[in-house]
């Protein structure tokens, strides 16, 4: 199925990745709404969400990972329509 890599079927790759993020998610949500409700701050979101970036950006230097312009958005968007890759 579609593109392979070193061995490494990049669609199936991807709903895969999809399904796991997806199970996390709904993990992630049972869990926030039983826990005491200062748990998880959005200041404590954004530092997540800076620790995550900051380990994408180590891992793949040239991918050009950036954070995202809203909290909501992928810091991948419109990475693959950048001259850089394609």
Known sequence: MGMT???????DAVIDAEYRIGVL??????LLQAAIPSTM????????RKKVIQNLQDKYPEAG??????????????LLDSPQHG
């Open 5 to 11: 890599i070193a061995g490494v079927g990049f669609p």
């Open 25 to 30: 998610e709904e993990v992630i949500d049972v």
């Open 41 to 48: 701050t959005q200041e404590r979101m954004d530092q997540i």
């Open 65 to 78: 990972i950036r954070p995202a312009q809203s909290s909501r958005a992928s810091p991948l968007d419109g």
